[in-house]
């Protein structure tokens, strides 16, 4: 969702929560009240919160945990899921060994 | 650089559906899956499919996997398995991960028929061992013959989380509880039905608290929600388990069409992202073609008829099938996947509560609730009739589309008339002669055959049966009711097995008459120790 | 209309970086950024080398200041780790040729007062255990290293907003507009923006903007490529590079490797209007990898990215406040090396903002030194 988005500090302070210390993203090791912080300081976009935090970015490429770290992101900044852009796409589409990605057959 | 007319990425239903069709029409073809069996989710559905009989309704899952591979083999599709696509990149080339490297293809088109993963829903000790996918449990069990564990507690009342508690049931595991957080339950009700008489009881709206344990899965906390989600005090219910499944939805897996620069959206009524796509299921990228559940969640049935559309499609984007031809074929399978996408489940009635059948009838509330039809809802539905002798009772209740019954009886006493989702009503003018057929062909295993007064005070009842070993004439065991509580002494009178009813037996028991009407299911010492 | 002191164009670790100063001594910023995301470009695609050694004398003094004064700091002064090592960098040669470049590299960046100095086969062994037995030679700074370049763009982000820069995303600059005769004005699809001062920290794009006010800067694009490994046991802390600049990388805090190279294709690659990978890349990469450490034969990519480097023609960026137009001030044409001298370009601009003295010389990035060959 292509839109403009005024960055300003908002004035209000980090409140924690009692399940801030839940794993959400495994691969990478995130909690809940990590993701939280991150909208906190700025990161708005599910871009920026994977650059910030790695989270959907490890072995299994965000399938398990890319919905459930958006469903946070979107409830930390008040809006529905869906306005959320998910992260990009990348190849390899699975982890794949060094050795094989280099031996290529034309 | 190897090429083909067309590349199919996943080599699951839609996928062999339109590798089949596009195959079929000239092209060449190349099916690439990742896994080392092709099929997709279909050879570890071991239940039989809905629908129609025209689309292979009430086959069992695998065996549709077969009767594909056999026609993509007849119609000259190649089928590459292990193979990964690693990425889709420009001028549609795909590299793609075959044993210890890479090679790259180009085609002219590319349908993608990834499908999907499956969901996950964080809680207190979500990420312990033991808790997994429904789908993955699956998985387990019928690719690899293992057990994911011997006490599940199941989260998710979806067809998934329904037919997978059947099939874990099926298995000898103990399936203590099946939980939701909405206050319905979401699947078909004969799924439900099935389960709850096999004595799995529903708790709706609850979901789970806790799941404890240090290093594996040792037990789990549901409690119940109020209407804003939150837990109510006070509700909490553990549960001794060694595994919680988790069938919470499916998300289309489009990494590899968002990556080849496809225009997405992110649609909650599809399960999340999927590509934005024409009426041919082509998307921004002229000649890329996505089919299946990576455009949308929907039934395995669906997903072949969409396939096998963009099978034409892309014989027709290639020039292989004319214009005409194509609008000819698409209208006949347009007129099927309507007819799959009608009735209570159609993606247009997601999140709808429907109050009333399309014939007007009531639906059963104790059905969305607790997962069977109440003793005293029963009799209001078409397929419930009482008459002398031998006769069929089709607790057949919602609105799906279906139909195996109405051609399955030899006597054609069973009804369903030309709209797919009517509810089976009995034919009282044409005599029953109780062979089973509609008993084994309803996928629902929704079909009972009663004779309600076979003298002596007692009545018979014959019932679909699929747990393994088979009991034995002459034996007795116990009367189940709907509820799965047991009702009274039943004796085993016959067991049928033939080739027809394919591996779904046929038992009849006999039980005091006042429970011809109650009892639907038998339990016998063996099942009687594993519950 | 909205006004500020300096309004800043793109929000990558360079504009960040400038907003961050100037807020830091007072000034109002708001930056805008055409992307959705904060650091889109290049700043969030770069092998996160913050080097000296190899790099043009021009651009060396930046080099040179930042990693004595600003890097070692930087995690405190942001209040966010970015993962800085100053751990060293190894250009590797593998061939008598390769020994020729990185001697002459060597020889420049010692004139210019940097610690770098030739090593030979055993000693390189000595430093990096894992390389193959095919280096044969290198160069080696010991006060070169590496960071977290999606860490330190987001950090100069987040640290600037604290102290009040208005960030605003999805807002792309379609023009710049001059009121009596000073460079006053951008403008956006949404609004228009007023400032004293008004910088160019977009990259490429950057050359469109300034064409407005008359300003032409002499750059193109190339895609370049990085790959990404899973996270790997802990195997060496130094910035490598090679003579022919085919492979470059680092093992991150994490443990993943990020490396990047290229195909020979750069200049031509095609893109679809999104920075998109090519298809023989990776396996490029991949194999110039193995050769120089085969242990990583094993490790498994999870993921390989593109980005668009903004190339000047003589290979560095143009650091300056352009004379003939009042209140433009440029910062771009980066050419694949902004990262690592990314925050004394932004104190140095601030201070060029603020009339201040300079902490480095930049004459050699001036904006009016190109010309035709004589």
């Known amino acids: 969702m292509h839109e403009l988005v005024d960055r300003s500090l908002k004035d209000e302070e980090f409140e924690e929560r009692e399940d801030d210390d839940m794993l959400i993203c495994r691969c990478e090791e995130i909690t809940k009240g990590e993701i939280r912080r991150a909208v906190h300081d700025g990161m708005y976009t599910m871009a920026e919160i994977r650059r910030y935090l790695r989270c959907t970015m490890g072995l299994c490429q965000g399938q398990t945990c890319a919905k459930l770290v958006k469903g946070i992101v979107a409830k930390e900044l008040g809006v529905s899921p869906d306005k959320l852009e998910p992260a990009t796409s990348r190849s390899p589409m699975r982890p794949t060994e060094m050795y094989i990605i280099a031996n290529e057959e034309k | 650089m190897e090429r083909y007319d067309l590349i199919v990425i996943g080599a699951g239903p839609s996928g062999l559906s339109a590798g089949i069709e596009a195959a079929k029409a000239g092209a060449s073809v190349i099916i690439f899956d990742e896994n080392e069996k092709p ?12 629908g129609s009989k025209e689309h292979r309704a009430k086959v069992r899952g695998f065996n549709i996997g077969y009767q594909l591979l056999k026609e993509a083999d007849e119609a000259g599709a190649k089928v590459e398995l292990l193979a990964t696509v690693l990425g889709i990149y420009q001028d549609k080339e795909v590299v793609v991960k075959i044993k210890d490297g890479i090679k790259h293809y180009k085609a002219d088109s590319i349908i993608v028929a990834t499908g999907a993963a499956e969901n996950m829903v964080p809680f207190k000790g979500w990420t312990l061992p033991g808790v997994i996918g429904a789908g993955a449990a699956q998985t387990m069990l019928n690719l690899h013959g293992i057990l994911p564990g011997k006490k599940v507690l199941m989260l998710g009342s979806g067809n998934v989380g329904l037919v997978v508690s059947y099939q874990l049931k ?15 339950i979401g699947g078909y009700g004969v799924h439900a039905a099935k389960i709850s008489r096999m004595g799995i009881p529903f708790y709706l709206p609850y979901t789970i608290k806790k799941v404890e344990g240090t290093d594996h899965v040792t037990g789990v906390t549901i409690a119940k929600l109020d209407p804003s989600f939150k837990f109510i005090e006070g509700t909490e219910m553990h549960f001794d388990v060694d595994t919680v499944c988790v069938a919470v939805g499916l998300s289309p897996m489009s990494q590899l069409l968002k990556m080849a620069g496809c225009k997405m959206e992110d649609n909650p009524r599809k399960g999340g992202q999927v590509p934005i796509i024409d009426e041919h299921g082509q998307t921004s990228i002229p000649g890329i073609f996505a089919a299946g559940d990576v455009s949308g969640i929907e039934e395995a049935s669906s997903a072949m008829i969409e396939g096998r559309q963009a099978g034409i499609y892309a014989a027709n984007y290639l020039g292989y099938i004319e214009d005409e031809l194509m609008k000819e074929k698409e209208d006949e399978l347009d007129k099927a996947l309507d007819g799959l996408r009608q009735g209570m489940f159609a993606p247009s009635n997601r999140g709808k509560k429907i109050e009333k059948t399309e014939e007007g009838i009531d639906i059963s509330n104790n059905l969305l609730a607790k997962g069977f039809v109440a003793d005293e809802e029963i009799e209001r539905f078409p397929g419930v009739v009482h008459k002398l002798g031998i006769h069929p009772v089709m607790e057949c209740t919602q609105n799906i589309p279906c139909n195996p019954c109405q051609d399955a009886c030899p006597k054609k006493c069973i009804k369903i008339g030309s709209k797919i989702t009517s509810l089976p009503a009995v034919d009282e003018s044409v005599d029953c002669i109780g062979c ?32 393994y070993p088979l009991p034995e004439v002459g034996e007795k065991g116990i009367a189940l009711s709907r509820a799965g509580h047991p009702l009274c002494i039943a004796e085993v009178i016959k067991v049928r097995t033939g080739l027809a009813f394919d591996k779904t037996a046929v038992l009849t028991i006999r039980v005091p008459k006042e429970f011809a009407m109650k009892a639907r299911f038998y339990k016998n010492e063996k099942l009687a120790k594993s519950v | 209309m909205i006004t500020a002191d300096t309004i800043v164009v793109g929000a990558g670790i360079i504009g960040n970086a400038i907003a961050y100063y100037l807020a830091k001594k007072g000034q109002k910023v708001i930056v805008l950024e055409k992307s959705d995301n904060i650091g889109d470009g290049g700043s969030s695609r770069n092998g996160g080398g913050v080097r000296q050694s190899g790099r043009d004398p021009r651009e060396l003094p930046l080099a040179m200041y930042g990693i004595k004064n600003l890097w070692p700091y930087l995690s405190e002064e942001l209040g966010t780790e970015v993962e800085y090592y100053k751990k060293g960098n190894l250009r590797l040669g593998k061939t008598e040729k390769h020994k020729e470049i990185l001697t002459g590299l060597t020889n420049r960046a010692v004139a210019c007062g940097l610690d770098v100095r030739m090593i030979d086969a055993y000693e390189v062994r000595q430093i990096n255990p894992f390389l193959s037995e095919e280096v044969s030679c290198a160069s080696w700074c010991e006060t070169d290293g590496h960071a977290n370049p999606l860490l330190a763009t987001l950090a100069y982000y987040k640290a600037a907003r604290r102290l009040g820069v208005r960030f605003i995303t999805g807002e792309e600059v379609l023009s710049l507009k001059k009121l009596r005769g000073r460079l006053r004005q951008v403008i956006t699809a949404h609004d228009i923006y007023e400032a004293d001062n008004i910088v160019l920290a977009n990259g490429i794009a950057a050359r469109d903007l300034a064409a407005y006010v008359g300003i032409d800067i002499p750059m193109s694009s190339a895609l370049l490529e990085c790959l990404v490994t899973e996270a790997e046991p802990r195997m060496f802390e130094q910035m490598l590079g090679t003579a022919e600049a085919d492979f470059y990388g680092h093992q991150s805090k994490h443990g993943s490797f990020v490396i990047g190279g290229s195909s020979g294709l750069e200049a031509v690659n095609k893109d679809n209007g999104t920075p998109i990978n090519s298809s023989i890349t990776a396996a490029c990469i991949a194999r110039g990898i193995i050769k120089y450490i085969p242990k990583l034969s094993h490790a498994k990519i999870v993921r390989t990215w593109a980005g668009w480097m903004d190339r000047m023609v003589d290979g560095v960026p143009v650091i300056d406040k352009v004379d003939e137009v009042e209140g433009l001030y440029l910062a771009c044409g980066f050419s694949g090396h902004g990262f690592g001298i990314a925050p004394a370009v932004g104190l140095n601009m601030a201070n060029l903002v603020l009339g201040e003295n300079l902490t480095c010389d930049i004459s050699g990035l001036a904006y009016n030194r190109f010309a035709a060959k004589a």
Do not use: W
């Open chain 2, 436 to 467: 089973g057929m509609c008993v084994a062909s309803c996928p629902g295993q929704a079909i009972f055959l009663v004779n309600e007064n076979v003298g002596e005070g007692m009545a018979e009842i014959t019932l679909p049966y699929e747990i």
């Open chain 2, 39 to 50: 099929g997709g989710q279909l050879f570890k559905q071991i239940h039989k499919f809905f």
């Open chain 2, 170 to 184: 099926q298995c000898g595991c103990d399936v203590v509880a099946l939980v939701d957080a909405a206050p319905r």
